[in-house]
């Protein structure tokens, strides 16, 4: 075959532009290997850019405000570029009695491991870097690596805020990687395998509709992965002065600041693709153009529910954050497990996936309620210990009493 | 079945690049001018007192632990899951008693009061 | 040299370099983060040897896990930021015998079964690295089901352990 422009473009348009190249130019797998995450890798950095505008503007937006409009125009359209040129110029202040290998190594390593989540992730049918049977899996394992980077980062400043910041960290890391795992556990036990582009596919019902409960553990699990509010009591600037990368200047801090917004994006793509329906939508099998654009869509939509959790909740204390995982997010997960596993398993097998998906979401909604019931229940009862506690000579009247509700907001 | 995983080294390698490239432009950029008060180490803008330790609270060591169980159960879950749609529903049953042996190892934990962030 | 074979050597001598720095290192951090690097060499070799599965499972067990768990531990015990250990055995003969004991036991291992080692008669599919046959295997009462139960026994237990000599005192 010869190179043509037309079936050039039409392969560009089917997105089978790799199989064109092979069969033209017989050109090596691994080069079209690297091109592919050269585009990827390009792709997402500039959109951190095109994101971090976003934010601005949304945020703004929320609090009434107008946000960026001076740098390119009225909507301030060339601002990060602005600030990304700023950092370049910035000086490498190197903290005396760093460690030289371990502070240097930190925004490599979690910019790098930010980057290799995505290559795994299908954007069209066809359209993966590398549909490994172990995807979801080695997700997680990713985002394990970036937990040690920020180990390197907060011992490397030789600054003990750093240190404690960065623990701090890792514990709410950490804690949060539980209720995560095991909520993904469900979408796979629906689908029958890890590898992400056979989820999409099984996905005939969107996932949020068969175990929205699910959904909402692994929203709230991303949120404090990710270190957003109202998680971000470790970025907060009043409590430790900015954590673990505090001794970080110029465009080594852009380095983490850029990792925490491929991950955002990250996340927002992992929900879309496991909960979503991925690329999902109606002609998507037939022009795959088309599941690429279904797919940019719902990720920018969860990336703008994302954003409005920001603009709208207060932060939590540490102590809260930990409470709320293990007491509440953990045994809920564990109990969602378990009611799907049974459920699944006890209807008939032919029976259709919407009738299916009906069950599991009346299954989902019962345990998500019950839950907030029991929970609504037991801070109603500390309370009221707490009001007994304060005035040992009035006798708590059965239901609501006028003491219960003034009793302080920050009784936990 | 390894070529998905050369894409992954082939990824990894090729990465590197891509905080190299920003880091080195700003290293090539940017001004040099260093000097031992720029330098010190960050403490809200007072002088270091004493030796650089912090106290370490065992909560932290608890939660980690923790974790390290929840981890082990999730990977033991994870082919389970996987091989669902291929199970019986006795497998449920032993799916339910590893879970609730779990859940009560979380319930003890939280009735010794190790989970509480003092 | 095939690109496998280029790929094994670099990644033995990263996990290799990694090990010798975890025990001679005086930094007690540097160690443990050599010893992470060291598991991230060892999962580059189960991949290589085609277990993705078991490669992933190292990487969030170990790495993402266990390792934290010792840099806490050894935060907890040690002043961190102060570096001074002695890299050397304050036993160096004892030492000395155990290193050589074991050195010959694994070579007299190596030595003894490597030319008689025939691939096992695993079925096709599990070569393969199916996940799915792993997951069957767990659970069916034929295979592995016991084990499987009892490791949920054994990690009750080592939290109720633990908890037991970790738990805080309530007047701290």
Not at chain 1, 155 to 174: E, I, M, P
Not at chain 1, 291 to 313: A, D, E, H, P, Q
Not at chain 1, 381 to 391: G, I, S
Not at chain 3, 46 to 60: E, H, K, P, T, W
Request: hydrophobic share 60%.
């Amino acid at each position: 075959m010869s190179f043509d422009v037309i079936d050039f473009l039409e392969s560009l348009f089917k997105l089978t532009v790799a199989d064109y190249l092979r069969q033209v130019f017989g050109v090596p797998e691994w080069i079209i290997d690297v091109v592919q995450i050269f585009i990827l890798a390009t792709f997402l950095l500039l959109n951190v850019l095109i994101l971090i505008w976003l934010e601005r503007k949304l945020i703004s937006r929320f609090q009434d405000r107008i946000g960026p409009n001076r740098v390119g125009g009225r909507y301030g359209l060339l601002q990060s570029v602005a600030d990304a040129l700023k950092m370049l110029t910035k000086e490498f202040i190197t903290p005396s009695g760093a460690d030289r290998i371990a502070y240097n190594l930190a925004p490599f390593i979690i910019v790098v491991s930010a980057l290799l989540m995505w290559a795994v992730i299908p954007f069209a049918p066809g359209v993966v870097g590398t549909d490994l049977n172990v995807g979801l899996f080695y997700i997680l394992a990713v985002s394990s690596i970036s937990v040690v980077a920020l180990l390197l980062a907060g011992w490397g400043s030789n600054n003990k805020y750093a240190l404690l910041g960065a623990f701090r960290s890792v514990a709410q890391l950490v804690s949060y990687e539980v209720p995560m795992v095991l909520a993904l556990l469900i979408p796979i036990m629906l689908a029958g395998s890890m590898s992400l582009q056979r989820i999409v596919y099984a996905q005939e019902v969107w996932y949020i509709l068969v175990v929205p409960l699910s959904a909402i553990i692994f929203l709230i699990s991303a949120l404090a992965e990710l270190g957003r509010t109202p998680f971000d009591l470790l970025e907060a600037e009043s409590e430790i002065v900015a954590g673990y990368h505090i001794e970080y200047s110029g465009m080594k801090w852009g380095m983490f600041m850029m990792s925490e917004f491929i991950n955002a994006f990250f996340m927002s793509a992992l929900f879309t693709t496991i909960y979503l329906g991925g690329w999902r939508g109606p002609g998507a099998v037939e022009y795959p153009l088309l599941g690429l654009v279904y797919f940019s869509i719902k990720t920018f939509l969860i990336l703008f529910v994302l954003i409005w959790i920001r603009g709208t909740f207060p932060r939590v204390r540490i102590d809260q954050l930990l409470n709320f995982n293990w007491k509440f997010l953990v045994p809920i997960t564990l109990v969602l497990i378990m009611a799907v596993a049974l459920i699944v398993k006890l209807l008939p097998d032919d029976v259709s996936s919407w009738v299916l998906a009906a069950v599991l979401f009346m299954a989902n909604l019962a345990i998500g309620l019950g839950a907030l019931e029991i929970f609504r229940r037991s801070a109603h009862r500390q309370r009221q210990a707490v009001e007994a506690a304060r005035n040992p000579g009035t006798a708590p009247v059965a239901g609501t009493s006028p003491e219960a509700h003034s009793a302080p907001a920050s009784a936990h | 079945m390894l070529s998905d995983w050369q894409f992954i080294l082939l990824f990894s390698v090729i990465a590197l690049v891509f905080p190299g490239a920003p880091i080195l432009i700003a290293q090539l950029i940017n001004p040099k001018k260093p000097n031992p008060i720029k330098q010190s180490t960050y403490e809200c803008g007072v002088e270091t007192v004493g030796d650089t330790w912090i106290q370490f609270k065992v909560q932290y060591y608890i939660f980690a632990l923790v974790f390290v169980v929840f981890d082990v159960e999730a990977v033991f879950l994870f082919p389970i899951a996987a091989a669902f749609n291929q199970l019986a529903l006795f497998a449920v049953m032993e799916i339910i008693l590893f879970v609730v042996i779990l859940l009560v190892a979380l319930g003890y934990v939280w009735r010794k009061g190790a989970l509480e962030w003092f | 040299m095939t690109v496998q074979q280029v790929v094994f050597i670099i990644i033995s001598a990263f996990t290799l370099l990694s090990a010798v720095i975890v025990v001679t290192d005086r930094n007690l951090f540097r160690s443990a983060i050599a010893l992470m690097a060291s598991f991230l060499g060892v999962a580059g070799l189960y991949i290589l040897l085609d277990a993705g599965f078991l490669a992933v499972a190292q990487i969030i067990v170990y790495i993402g896990a266990i390792s934290i768990l010792i840099i806490f531990a050894i935060m907890m015990t040690r002043r961190m930021m102060q570096t001074v250990e002695s890299p050397f055995n304050p036993r160096p003969i004892s030492g000395a015998i155990a290193a050589v004991g074991v050195c010959a036991l694994l070579i007299f291992i190596a030595v003894s079964t490597w030319p008689d080692v025939e691939a096992a008669n695993v079925s096709d599919i599990v070569l393969r690295g199916s996940v799915s046959q792993m997951g069957l295997f767990l659970v069916s009462p034929d295979a592995y089901v016991i084990p499987f139960e009892v490791a949920s026994v054994l990690l009750l237990a080592a939290l109720i352990g633990a908890v037991a000599i970790a738990r805080p005192e309530k007047d701290s």
